[in-house]
């Protein structure tokens, strides 16, 4: 079972930012926050992901709050093309280790 | 050039039959996976392979059988179809022990 709790989901006005929560009260030391999202019924997109420290690409930014606890996916200026499920995962650091996808938040972004 | 590709990408068959799915990756990772999303839309790992070796048997039928001929192949093997199989597949690829995995677009296998 995965091992995150999300909003099943929500809504963004194009142009706005998209605040996506996670919790993962139960993560380890050594387990890592990662996002992913399907745009329709693409194969999943790697987004970002972190260990305690917030981090940011060119695609988003990611907040770990500092009991690691919960985290939030910001896209900064969300279009039509960020429509999709975004998927919170906390995973270990071990190679061929599986990624457990809930169900995810489904974002609809609108004009 | 495609990262993860997969072929076929949409296969119908009928029920009992048996059928593979290919999968390859030119990126030189040496993690490869199969998941399975079917109509509910939820993603399940079935196997991961690690340098060839098998790492996750998630509890599939062993009707299901990956074989890793080198690390940038994955195919998966379906003896017997039922109607349950019905799904899309995605094949996945990763550098080591990095959880940044890499998706193929997918095969619709639909069993009639």
């Known amino acids: 079972d995965a091992k995150t709790t999300q909003p099943p989901s929500m809504d963004c006005a194009e142009g706005r930012a998209a605040n996506l929560p996670c919790n993962h009260s139960t993560i380890s030391g050594n387990e890592y926050v990662y996002w992913y999202r399907q745009i329709h019924s693409q194969g999943p997109q790697y987004i970002i992901h972190?260990?305690?420290n917030n981090e940011t690409n060119e695609m988003a930014s990611l907040i770990i709050t500092e009991d690691r606890k919960s985290s939030t996916l910001i896209l900064p200026h969300a279009t039509l093309r960020d429509t999709a499920v975004y998927y919170c995962?906390?995973?270990?650091?071990?190679?061929?280790?599986?990624?457990?996808f809930g169900k995810g938040t489904t974002l609809s972004v609108s004009s | 050039d495609t990262a993860v590709s997969q072929t076929p990408k949409y296969l119908v068959t009928q029920m009992g039959n048996d059928k593979s799915i290919k999968c390859e990756q030119n990126?030189?990772?040496?993690?490869m996976y199969w998941y399975k999303q079917d109509s509910k839309k939820f993603l399940k790992i079935m196997f991961s392979?690690?340098?060839?070796?098998?790492?996750i048997n998630e509890t599939v039928p062993n009707r299901f059988s990956p074989k890793s001929p080198d690390k940038a192949h994955l195919n998966l093997h379906i003896n017997s179809l039922e109607l349950g199989d019905s799904a899309v597949y995605f094949c996945?690829?990763?550098?080591?022990?990095?959880?940044?995995?890499?998706f193929g677009e997918g095969s619709r296998l639909t069993v009639l």
């Open positions: 990126l030189g990772h040496d993690t």
């Open positions: 972190g260990l305690k």
């Open positions: 995962i906390v995973r270990g650091y071990q190679a061929g280790t599986a990624l457990i």
């Open positions: 392979y690690n340098n060839k070796e098998l790492i």
């Open positions: 996945a690829s990763s550098p080591g022990a990095t959880g940044e995995l890499f």
